[in-house]
């Protein structure tokens, strides 16, 4: 074990976000730290790093344990070449070097003891310098640098001239470089592209220390994590296992709760049914008994009852028309930025609700395209045609679509001036926006908040073609999910920009690369085009190498993966039926449970009890909302089982 917290607590402003946390990391083990937004993942990392101390708790890392820190945000200011920044780390093999050189300069010139002393300490530097991969250092910084996706002509470019989001690769590209005994990541994938964060989770795959990182990326987690730490409203949880696997034994734990949730809830009901019925019988033996039993049901430690899955964000696309079956056409399509040129007569048009992923490294125009199709740039060369009755709305990474002057309120109402006070804050609170949190000026807002905001703004257009632009960024998971989940609902037509694989996965019907300033296309989801990609460099291998025994096979390969991608579909669609049928099923359980206990208070009053007519018959409705809900006990346990 070389990291451990004990009992870790910490409260802001009087509230608690982190309650009693334990947990532990093992040497090489690689975990990660989930939760939603707020949930005091960065807080638990500076805890860790003694950035921070805990209210209550302990902090325990291995003696002679070096630790390593990449914040979401790190300040970076230096007047060093991007090249010379990463050179920093490795001074002291610069010095050892120069030290070696030295005395193998002065070994020509001594003599017996002399001579014999300095070769001892040259054979122990020279042992030392090779075990720090000293003879290797300058071909593994330029590694790191070409893995974060820096081009060799970029070397020698200022840090200080860089972006925020390049200055942050290079602050990685430091902290790998140190290989310190536990690195800790806060949101490492954020700046980089899909080239570079597979090139990441291969270095940190192999990486021969701990790793914890703090991640919403799920496909990231997948690949890298063997223990997710969930942060939830302040529990701290332990999962042995990556995403999936925590998703699925998060669900059978929820599921797990609720059963005894319910199965207690009827427990209670029966006892107190017990208890009235022989209290209705008036004797003084039977009173005694439903005493005892009161005592005992006084005793009991009612369970909470467990949250709704994703309850707290509800998005519903819904296109207030139709459009033509032909949604958009374009034609050698080109694009160039004085002499940099982005693609070239590139072409493809996209039929009534398919959903397509755009991807591709940084820079090669996926934003621009998006910016043409909505005319907020002109082309240079080709046409883009939009069908009949097309509807856009536009999600803008950047989201320049917002006022930054105005109130989170005046914005959906400036837009939408029909909707009523009520109708507003009702939109705005399914978005998380509640109570004063509504004039709040959309310039104050996180970046998460404003991703909110537009999609919140999405959803009002009634939109029958939705453009996308990197739609998850600061999303955290669940609202990613909820997100997904109303994109495979929505009935219109998706195009997108996102380099969220896991996004990809869920919710794209076909991909188009960007690359080399070409578009080339692909059936299927992010998985699907891997296999692709793979069965095509497979195939030129084998071109290049004068074989083609493997050619014959790409047929099969290409029809094989198309068969699972169809069947993982169909799979995902049951699965979401399921969700939304437990979904549904728990809402109209909490439904009934609230009914039956206002009939319970109404029923108890004064006015009620002195009239017979009208106590039976709400004791009537009473005994149908209780048959409705037993029936839907029944209904959650067996699709429960289903999950």
């Known amino acids: 074990m070389i990291l451990s917290c004990q009992n870790i607590t910490k409260a802001f402003d009087g509230k608690t976000i982190l309650k009693q946390a334990n947990f532990h990391i093992e040497e090489h083990e690689k975990a990660a730290i989930i939760g939603i937004n707020g949930a005091g993942k960065t807080t638990l990392l500076n805890i860790i790093t003694g950035k921070l101390q805990p209210d209550e708790g302990v902090v325990s890392i291995s003696r002679g344990k070096t630790i390593g820190y990449l914040e979401q945000n790190p300040i970076l200011d230096s007047e060093n070449t991007i090249y010379d920044e990463l050179m920093s780390v490795k001074d002291y093999l610069l010095k050892m070097e120069q030290d070696i050189r030295r005395m193998e300069h002065d070994m020509k010139h001594k003599e017996g003891d002399a001579l014999e002393s300095l070769m001892n300490q040259y054979a122990r530097l020279t042992t030392r310098f090779e075990m720090e991969n000293g003879y290797a250092y300058k071909s593994e910084l330029t590694g790191v640098l070409k893995g974060l996706g820096f081009e060799e002509s970029e070397y020698d470019k200022p840090v200080s001239t860089l972006s925020g989001g390049q200055k942050t690769r290079v602050a990685l590209g430091k902290l790998l470089l140190l290989s310190p005994d536990i690195i800790l990541l806060d949101e490492p994938t954020n700046h980089l592209d899909m080239n570079a964060i597979r090139w990441l989770e291969g270095y940190l795959a192999a990486y021969k220390g701990a790793v914890l990182i703090v991640s919403h990326d799920r496909y ?132 009534r609700g398919e959903h397509v992923a755009i991807i591709g490294d940084n820079g090669t125009g996926k934003t621009t395209l998006l910016k043409l199709i909505n005319e907020l740039l002109p082309a240079d060369e080709g046409t883009i045609r939009l069908g009949t009755n097309v509807h856009i709305g536009y999600y803008d990474q950047e989201h320049h679509v917002l006022h930054p002057e105005k109130s989170i309120y005046d914005e959906i109402s400036d837009e939408y001036p029909t909707l009523t006070t009520t109708e507003i804050r009702n939109i705005l609170a399914a978005f998380l926006f509640t109570g004063d949190d509504v004039f709040k000026l959309i310039k104050e807002c996180s970046g998460g908040e404003r991703g909110r905001i ?105 029809s094989s993966a198309k068969a699972d991608y169809q069947a993982k579909k169909a799979a995902q669609a049951k699965q979401r039926k399921l969700e939304n049928d437990l979904k549904k099923t728990e809402t109209r359980i909490a439904e009934l449970e609230e009914k039956i206990a206002d009939l319970d208070t109404l029923m108890a009053s004064d006015e009620v009890c002195r009239n017979s007519a009208k106590l039976g018959e709400l004791s009537t409705e009473q005994g149908k909302l209780q048959e409705e809900l037993d029936a839907l006990y029944e209904t959650w346990e067996e699709l429960s089982e289903m999950m």
């Open 220 to 351: 990231f987690l997948d690949r890298i994590a063997m223990k997710i730490i969930e942060i939830d409203a302040g529990v701290v949880m332990s999962f042995t296992g990556n995403y999936t696997d925590y998703a699925h034994k998060k669900e059978q734990y929820r599921i797990s709760r609720m059963h005894a949730y319910l199965n207690q809830q009827r427990e209670i009901k029966h006892q107190q049914e017990v208890i009235d019925k022989l209290r209705s019988f008036n004797r003084e033996k039977s009173i005694k008994r439903a005493e005892s039993r009161e005592k005992m049901l006084e005793k009991i430690e009612v369970l909470e009852k467990p949250t709704e899955v994703r309850s707290d964000m509800r998005i519903a696309l819904i296109p207030s028309i139709t459009s033509g079956k032909d949604v958009l056409d374009i034609e050698e399509l080109s694009k160039a930025f004085e002499s940099e040129v982005l693609f070239q007569k590139i072409s493809f048009s996209l039929k």
């Open 454 to 558: 537009s999609l919140a703004k999405l959803m009002l257009s009634e939109a029958n073609f939705l453009i996308l632009d990197e739609p998850t960024n600061h999303l955290d998971i669940t609202s990613k999910e909820i997100l997904e989940d109303a994109l495979n609902d929505y009935e219109g037509t998706v195009l997108y920009v996102s380099h969220d694989r896991y996004f990809i996965n869920r919710t794209a019907h076909r991909i188009l690369e960007l690359s080399g300033q070409a578009l080339t296309g692909y059936m299927g989801n992010y998985d699907y085009y891997l296999e692709k990609k793979t069965a095509a460099a497979g195939t030129a291998q084998a071109k290049n190498a004068g074989s083609s025994a493997n050619a014959s096979n790409d047929t099969s390969v290409i």
